[in-house]
Every structure is written in structure tokens, then in C-alpha cells.
């Protein structure tokens, strides 16, 4: 279209305001999600048109400051002092306002082109004051426009002054006085920035960078010091710092300070009490749902009702795929004749089989992530984080981490994937490495099974113990993860308690659709073709072809190439009493641990049935604990891994592949020791 501009809008705002509405609300669901490049935050882009304008929309990470501590900060601020977007639209909450001020207030000092979306102003209101957005607008010197986010009001005032924006660009760089000895200071690192370094002076402002410099903000101390003059800047800066320094004491603690004095005086000109104040739905829930004692057994009852349901709900899908796809479709096309025995086996065995391992795990995540976006649309998830937070700090891990964790016991796929609602990058790292020792429903039925053969009584002390090993393996390897690979500050816990409110249907469908959808693309494809890699293993051995027979006589698989490593594992696995016949097992349970069980009924040649009574004669009740630990640590499913490589990259994906197995291997190696030395054989 002629005359059509080609702009970009960027989002901001503190976590829980409401900033994933107002971004679906303005994109209309033309929007694509994928990861900052280098980092595994998401990056959510949408478009959409504003006279005549095509806008992209960019939502930006949930953040607090722009102080760059976490990757999130250092990727908002990143994003805004180099791309330069047209617009900045900061949405601050009307019933945390000074929070939010802070954030917009630093938005500001950088040079941005700054809206202000005062979201949640109805629930202001309910709970009896307001704000007074044309005062707002004339103390930060920038347009403010009221929005009630899920309901759509406000969205075409936004539209329209984004539109004022893009044609008429205004800043506000002074918006906080620092007193008469910063601002000297402020202004003579200014002007020696602009006088000495046009690369610099020209990238970013020149007020914005001094403040920063005074700060002690490393990342600009490091973007300086690159320049040709950077030293000379930085000497003076050091110079000024040291002065201010015995005036006001620590430098970089008085600029933030006073920023935060700022947010608190514009605050409290601006919030009006407009009725008495009264208790609150959220009041009230809040006084038990995060009381001390009672907090911490409704978030597990309620996490764990959370994956009880994407596992029952789905049940009958689940049953109907496997019955449509696994018995059905397959046994059509194995026992079809118009094709070549080994190529039906490959269609049926491999294609058919690596499509139906990946769309029966679909109903469970759709129902999973379901419920998920219903706890976060509500408010709920804020308060699961907030009442663990203490017992998991002392592991460097924010409270956030018992998402995931408790997740796990269900799938360890939708675990890993919901490591991506933990804002600091290390955090989130280490969780989605730690996440999958969750013991997930798929390895009870080898628990059931070894257990039941050979610990008889204590089986179920057994089994009970897997579940409480998998949370403190988690716990103790994120704390050794986070204090080596994943060094840095750990932040502690800042979270908004936002309102309860009532779950929004196309908010929840949004969220739901985005995320199954990661899944059936990113995770699918592998387990697709991990499943015929583990078929071509089982089809050929030394010998050449051995056809599809093998798949079901031990004679014949104990020939193919998974029989051949299943020997050669059976050598690493002596020192635990393990045959090859379950070091074969544990090889198939690589693509899904529903398999163990199965494979072992093939190779001991009884089926799944008669299996309890031959297990019992090759275990011995430490070599089978010893296997039910080898079971809950190494790699849990091949999907897993792929949702990793998703959320991490392919390095960590094979450093968790690594490091599991390792792991798993002197767990089971150590309890076999600790038995011999008890005298429990």
C-alpha cells in the first residue's frame, strides 16, 4: 500500500499487570512466539495496522528495572537503547502504582518514546481509590491512557495514541532531580561524552549514559570501555564518583534511591481515595490460601489435582489415539500385503508408532496447559511461588521452581516447558536441568513391577521413597548447578501479587494453543524419529536384516544391534547384578519408560504378565532398588531431551543426556555398595 510506514512498538512492565492482555488485545491473536537470539527467554511478536502504519509489536520480558542484573533487564534495556523503537508502551498497574512508576521513570531517563497504559483501573476502583491520569500524564510529561485489559476498554485510546506518538515523538529525559551535586556531575560526564566520543553520543543518550556510569552499572562500564576514549571517560567518572562519595556515601544506592523517592512523590500526588477501605475477595482468600501453615499443602493439593486432571480429562483421547493410531492403523498397515514385509514393519513399527508416541502425549499437555493457564489467569500461580519461596532460597532457587518440579510428577515434558515463567535466565537454566529427576506417571510401572517381584513388603516404602529422592535430587543438583555452571547474583524473590480475577477464555485459549503447539513441533519431531532409530536398532544387527519378528522374539532381538548394546551395557552394569535383558530395557526406555516394562516381558519371554515372577529370579532386593534409582535418574524420556534442546540448546540437551546417566550410574552403583557393606544382597 502507498505511503504505508513500517514501524515498531515495544511493551514493557512489571510482572502481573496485565501485559500478555493488552499485547493479544492489540495484536488479535497475528502473533508468533520464539526465543531473544543467544538466550532461552521468550520473544512473543505480533502485527497489527494504525493509520496506515504496519506496527510490530514486540512484548517485551516482565521486568522491574533497567538496571541489567537479570538477562531479562539486560534484554529489554538492549532492546530499547539499540533497536530504538518508534514507541514504548509501559503498562503500570493502577493498584501497584509505585512499583510501576519506577520502571517507567527509568524509561524515561533512557530517551524513550514513552506511553503509559494505566491497566486495572476497575479494580482500583473496587477496592475504593483511583488515579488521576491526566495529572499522571502532566507530571511524567507523557501521554497515559486508562485500559480495563480483558475487557477490551481503552485499547482504541491506546491505538490512537500510539498512533500521536509515532508522529509526534516526545522525551523526557530530566524527570528526576539528583540534587545539585549529581546533577553537576551528570552534566560534565555528559558533556565530555558528547565532546569525545561521537560513536557513543550518537547510540545512546548522553544524560542516560552518565547516570548510569555514576551508578556503577557494569554492563555501560563495559559498553565505555570499548570506545577509543573510554578510558579517559571512566577516569573522570571515577573521579566524580569518589567525591560524590564522601558526601552521600554509596553512589550507585542514592541514584536508585532517589528514583524510587520520585516514583513515590508522583505516586502519592496522583492516587486519590475515593471510599473507605474495605476487605477484598483477595483479602480474604489471600489470609488462607497463603497463610504459614496452611499455604504449602493447598499449592501441592492444587498442583497436583492440576496434572490428576490433564491425566483423567484425557484419558479417553488418549485411549482413542492409541486404539486409532497404535492398534488400529498399525496393525493395517503390518499386516497389509501390498507392501514389502520390512517396509510395512517400517511404516507400521516406525512412522506409524513414532506418530502415535508423539499425539498421545498431545491430550495430556493440551489438558495439562489448560489448567496451567487457568491458575495463572486466576492469580493463583503468584501464590504457589510466593509461600515456597523461603525453603527453596536456601538452594538458590526462587519459589517459582515448585511449578515445574511438582509438574514433573505428572510429565516431565510440560515441567520443562513451564521453566519458561522463571524470569532470571540462570534460575531458569538450572530448572529445566533438574526438572526432569521429577518422577513422572510413566516410571510407576517399573516401580510397580520390580518393586512388587523382589521387595515384597517394603515395596511400597520403596516406591514412596523415589518420589521423595526425585525433590531433594532436583534441589541439591540445582544448588550445585546454580553455585558452578550457572554462577551469578541470586536475586531473591520479587514478585506482584496481583488481584484474583476471573480467567478470560481467550486469553487461556491463547496461552493454551501457543504452548501445545511448542510441543507438537519442536518435541514431536524428535520423538518421531528417535522412535525409528530404536526400530532400525532392533531390524538389523551384525548379521544384516533380521525383519520385523525381532520386535517380538528375544532369540531374534538378542541378534539385532539393541541386543548387541544391550551386552555391551550388561559389562558397564555387572558391578549392580544387571543381565542384558534389562540393560536392553533401559535402552528402549531412552524414547519412553512405559517401555521398560514391556521390552523386559519380550526378552525374559513371558509378556508383561508373567514378568513379577521371572524379575525375581535375577534381582536381588538391593540390584532391584539399585535399578528403580537407575529408573528415576537417567535420561527420562526422549522427549524431555527434546523439549530442552527447545528451551536450551542442543549443548545443554546433551550435557543433561550426559550428566544423568553419570548420575544415575553411581546413585545405583552406591546403593549397591551401601547394601554389600549392610549385608543387604
Same mark, same amino acid.
Given at each position: 500500500m502507498?505511503?504505508?510506514?513500517y514501524v515498531?512498538?515495544a511493551?514493557?512492565?512489571?510482572? +502481573?499487570?496485565?501485559?500478555s492482555?493488552?499485547?493479544?488485545?492489540?495484536?488479535?491473536?497475528?502473533?508468533?512466539?520464539? +526465543?531473544?537470539?543467544?538466550?532461552?527467554?521468550?520473544?512473543?511478536?505480533g502485527?497489527?495496522?494504525?493509520? +496506515?502504519?504496519?506496527?510490530?509489536i514486540?512484548?517485551?520480558?516482565?521486568?522491574?528495572?533497567?538496571?541489567a542484573?537479570?538477562?531479562d533487564?539486560?534484554?529489554?534495556?538492549?532492546?530499547?537503547?539499540?533497536?530504538k523503537?518508534d514507541?514504548?508502551?509501559?503498562?503500570?498497574?493502577?493498584?501497584?502504582?509505585?512499583?510501576s512508576?519506577?520502571l517507567?521513570?527509568s524509561?524515561?531517563?533512557?530517551g524513550?518514546?514513552?506511553?503509559?497504559?494505566l491497566?486495572?483501573?476497575d479494580i482500583?476502583?473496587?477496592?475504593?481509590?483511583?488515579?488521576?491520569h491526566?495529572k499522571?500524564?502532566?507530571?511524567l510529561?507523557?501521554?497515559?491512557?486508562?485500559?480495563?485489559?480483558?475487557e477490551?476498554?481503552?485499547?482504541e485510546e491506546?491505538?490512537?495514541?500510539?498512533?500521536?506518538?509515532?508522529l509526534?515523538?516526545k522525551?523526557?529525559?530530566?524527570?528526576v532531580?539528583?540534587?545539585?551535586?549529581?546533577?553537576?556531575?551528570?552534566?560534565?560526564?555528559?558533556?565530555?561524552i558528547?565532546?569525545?566520543?561521537?560513536?557513543?553520543?550518537?547510540?545512546?543518550q548522553?544524560?542516560?549514559?552518565?547516570?548510569?556510569l555514576l551508578e556503577?552499572?557494569?554492563?555501560?562500564t563495559v559498553?565505555?570501555?570499548?570506545?577509543?576514549?573510554?578510558?579517559?571517560?571512566?577516569?573522570?567518572?571515577e573521579k566524580?564518583?569518589?567525591?560524590?562519595?564522601?558526601?552521600?556515601?554509596?553512589?550507585?544506592?542514592?541514584?536508585?534511591e532517589?528514583?524510587?523517592?520520585r516514583?513515590?512523590?508522583?505516586?502519592h500526588?496522583?492516587?486519590?481515595?475515593i471510599?473507605?477501605?474495605k476487605?477484598?475477595?483477595?483479602?480474604?482468600l489471600?489470609?488462607?490460601?497463603?497463610?504459614?501453615i496452611?499455604?504449602?499443602?493447598?499449592?501441592?493439593s492444587?498442583?497436583?489435582?492440576?496434572?490428576?486432571?490433564?491425566?483423567?480429562?484425557s484419558?479417553?483421547?488418549?485411549?482413542a489415539?492409541?486404539l486409532?493410531? +497404535?492398534?488400529?492403523?498399525?496393525?493395517?498397515?503390518?499386516?497389509?500385503t501390498?507392501?514389502p514385509?520390512?517396509?510395512?514393519?517400517?511404516?507400521?513399527?516406525?512412522?506409524?508408532?513414532?506418530i502415535?508416541?508423539?499425539l498421545i502425549?498431545?491430550?495430556v499437555?493440551?489438558?495439562?496447559?489448560?489448567g496451567?493457564?487457568i491458575?495463572?489467569?486466576?492469580?493463583?500461580?503468584?501464590?504457589?511461588?510466593?509461600?515456597v519461596?523461603?525453603?527453596?532460597?536456601?538452594?538458590?532457587?526462587?519459589?517459582?521452581?515448585?511449578?515445574?518440579?511438582?509438574?514433573?510428577?505428572?510429565?516431565?515434558?510440560?515441567?520443562?516447558?513451564?521453566?519458561?515463567?522463571?524470569e532470571?535466565?540462570n534460575?531458569r537454566?538450572?530448572?529445566?536441568?533438574?526438572?526432569?529427576?521429577?518422577?513422572?506417571?510413566?516410571?510407576l510401572?517399573?516401580?510397580?513391577v520390580?518393586?512388587?517381584?523382589v521387595?515384597?513388603?517394603?515395596a511400597?516404602?520403596?516406591i514412596a521413597?523415589?518420589?521423595?529422592?526425585?525433590?531433594?535430587?532436583?534441589?541439591?543438583?540445582?544448588?550445585?548447578?546454580?553455585?558452578?555452571?550457572?554462577?551469578g547474583?541470586?536475586?531473591?524473590?520479587?514478585?506482584?501479587?496481583?488481584?484474583?480475577l476471573?480467567?478470560?477464555?481467550?486469553n487461556?485459549a491463547?496461552?493454551?494453543?501457543?504452548?501445545?503447539?511448542?510441543?507438537l513441533?519442536?518435541?514431536?519431531?524428535?520423538i518421531?524419529?528417535?522412535?525409528?532409530?530404536?526400530?532400525?536398532?532392533?531390524?538389523?544387527?551384525?548379521?544384516?536384516?533380521?525383519?520385523?519378528?525381532?520386535?517380538?522374539?528375544?532369540?531374534?532381538?538378542?541378534?539385532?544391534?539393541?541386543?548387541?548394546?544391550?551386552?555391551?551395557l550388561?559389562?558397564?552394569?555387572s558391578?549392580m547384578?544387571w543381565?542384558?535383558r534389562?540393560?536392553t530395557?533401559?535402552?528402549?526406555g531412552?524414547?519412553?519408560?512405559?517401555?521398560?516394562?514391556?521390552v523386559?516381558?519380550?526378552?525374559?519371554?513371558?509378556?508383561?504378565?508373567?514378568?513379577?515372577?521371572?524379575i525375581?529370579?535375577?534381582?536381588t532386593?538391593?540390584?532391584?532398588?539399585?535399578y528403580?534409582?537407575?529408573?528415576?535418574?537417567?535420561?527420562?524420556?526422549?522427549?524431555?531431551?527434546a523439549?530442552i534442546?527447545?528451551?536450551?540448546?542442543?549443548?545443554?540437551?546433551?550435557?543433561?543426556l550426559?550428566?544423568?546417566?553419570?548420575?544415575?550410574y553411581?546413585?545405583a552403583?552406591?546403593?549397591?555398595?551401601?547394601?554389600?557393606?549392610?549385608?543387604?544382597?
Amino acid at each position: 500500500m502507498v505511503g504505508k510506514r513500517y514501524v515498531k512498538v515495544a511493551l514493557t512492565g512489571v510482572p +502481573n499487570v496485565g501485559k500478555s492482555v493488552i499485547f493479544n488485545k492489540l495484536t488479535k491473536g497475528k502473533a508468533w512466539i520464539g +526465543n531473544w537470539p543467544g538466550v532461552t527467554v521468550e520473544k512473543k511478536v505480533g502485527k497489527t495496522e494504525i493509520n +496506515n502504519h504496519e506496527v510490530e509489536i514486540i512484548d517485551l520480558p516482565g521486568i522491574y528495572g533497567l538496571t541489567a542484573y537479570s538477562v531479562d533487564e539486560l534484554i529489554a534495556r538492549n532492546f530499547i537503547v539499540e533497536e530504538k523503537p518508534d514507541v514504548v508502551v509501559c503498562i503500570v498497574s493502577a493498584i501497584n502504582l509505585e512499583r510501576s512508576l519506577y520502571l517507567a521513570i527509568s524509561l524515561l531517563e533512557m530517551g524513550a518514546n514513552l506511553i503509559i497504559d494505566l491497566n486495572m483501573i476497575d479494580i482500583a476502583e473496587n477496592e475504593g481509590f483511583s488515579v488521576n491520569h491526566r495529572k499522571l500524564s502532566e507530571m511524567l510529561g507523557t501521554s497515559v491512557v486508562p485500559t480495563i485489559a480483558p475487557e477490551g476498554y481503552g485499547i482504541e485510546e491506546l491505538k490512537e495514541a500510539i498512533k500521536e506518538a509515532i508522529l509526534n515523538r516526545k522525551i523526557n529525559l530530566r524527570i528526576v532531580n539528583y540534587g545539585r551535586d549529581v546533577e553537576l556531575a551528570i552534566e560534565k560526564i555528559s558533556s565530555l561524552i558528547k565532546k569525545l566520543s561521537f560513536e557513543l553520543s550518537e547510540k545512546y543518550q548522553a544524560r542516560w549514559l552518565a547516570i548510569k556510569l555514576l551508578e556503577g552499572d557494569e554492563d555501560v562500564t563495559v559498553k565505555v570501555k570499548r570506545t577509543q576514549v573510554g578510558s579517559i571517560i571512566l577516569g573522570e567518572v571515577e573521579k566524580l564518583r569518589r567525591r560524590l562519595g564522601e558526601k552521600l556515601g554509596d553512589v550507585g544506592a542514592y541514584i536508585i534511591e532517589t528514583r524510587y523517592k520520585r516514583a513515590s512523590e508522583i505516586t502519592h500526588r496522583v492516587l486519590e481515595r475515593i471510599k473507605p477501605v474495605k476487605i477484598t475477595i483477595t483479602d480474604i482468600l489471600d489470609s488462607v490460601l497463603t497463610q504459614k501453615i496452611l499455604g504449602i499443602p493447598i499449592a501441592l493439593s492444587v498442583l497436583m489435582l492440576l496434572f490428576r486432571f490433564a491425566f483423567e480429562v484425557s484419558t479417553p483421547l488418549v485411549d482413542a489415539i492409541d486404539l486409532l493410531v +497404535n492398534v488400529w492403523l498399525h496393525d493395517l498397515i503390518a499386516e497389509s500385503t501390498i507392501f514389502p514385509r520390512w517396509l510395512a514393519s517400517l511404516l507400521a513399527d516406525g512412522v506409524i508408532s513414532g506418530i502415535g508416541s508423539v499425539l498421545i502425549f498431545l491430550p495430556v499437555i493440551a489438558f495439562f496447559f489448560l489448567g496451567f493457564a487457568i491458575l495463572e489467569d486466576v492469580g493463583y500461580m503468584a501464590r504457589v511461588a510466593f509461600i515456597v519461596d523461603k525453603f527453596f532460597s536456601k538452594f538458590r532457587l526462587p519459589g517459582k521452581a515448585i511449578i515445574p518440579l511438582v509438574i514433573g510428577f505428572g510429565c516431565n515434558v510440560p515441567a520443562v516447558m513451564a521453566v519458561r515463567g522463571i524470569e532470571d535466565e540462570n534460575d531458569r537454566k538450572a530448572l529445566a536441568l533438574v526438572a526432569p529427576f521429577s518422577s513422572c506417571n510413566a516410571r510407576l510401572p517399573v516401580y510397580l513391577v520390580i518393586g512388587g517381584a523382589v521387595l515384597g513388603a517394603y515395596a511400597g516404602i520403596a516406591i514412596a521413597s523415589m518420589y521423595v529422592l526425585s525433590i531433594i535430587l532436583a534441589l541439591i543438583v540445582g544448588l550445585i548447578l546454580r553455585s558452578t555452571l550457572f554462577k551469578g547474583p541470586f536475586t531473591g524473590f520479587i514478585i506482584e501479587m496481583p488481584p484474583y480475577l476471573t480467567p478470560r477464555l481467550d486469553n487461556i485459549a491463547f496461552k493454551t494453543w501457543e504452548r501445545t503447539k511448542r510441543f507438537l513441533f519442536k518435541a514431536g519431531t524428535v520423538i518421531f524419529l528417535g522412535v525409528i532409530l530404536i526400530w532400525l536398532l532392533s531390524v538389523f544387527g551384525p548379521s544384516g536384516y533380521l525383519g520385523p519378528e525381532a520386535l517380538e522374539n528375544a532369540a531374534l532381538l538378542k541378534r539385532s544391534w539393541s541386543g548387541v548394546i544391550g551386552h555391551y551395557l550388561s559389562i558397564i552394569f555387572s558391578p549392580m547384578g544387571w543381565d542384558w535383558r534389562s540393560s536392553t530395557a533401559l535402552l528402549f526406555g531412552f524414547v519412553a519408560k512405559e517401555t521398560v516394562v514391556g521390552v523386559m516381558g519380550v526378552l525374559y519371554g513371558v509378556g508383561e504378565e508373567g514378568l513379577t515372577n521371572v524379575i525375581a529370579q535375577y534381582f536381588t532386593p538391593i540390584s532391584a532398588y539399585a535399578y528403580m534409582i537407575f529408573v528415576l535418574t537417567y535420561v527420562p524420556c526422549l522427549a524431555t531431551i527434546a523439549m530442552i534442546r527447545n528451551e536450551l540448546g542442543l549443548k545443554y540437551a546433551l550435557f543433561a543426556l550426559f550428566y544423568e546417566i553419570v548420575l544415575a550410574y553411581l546413585l545405583a552403583l552406591t546403593v549397591m555398595g551401601l547394601g554389600h557393606i549392610v549385608g543387604v544382597v
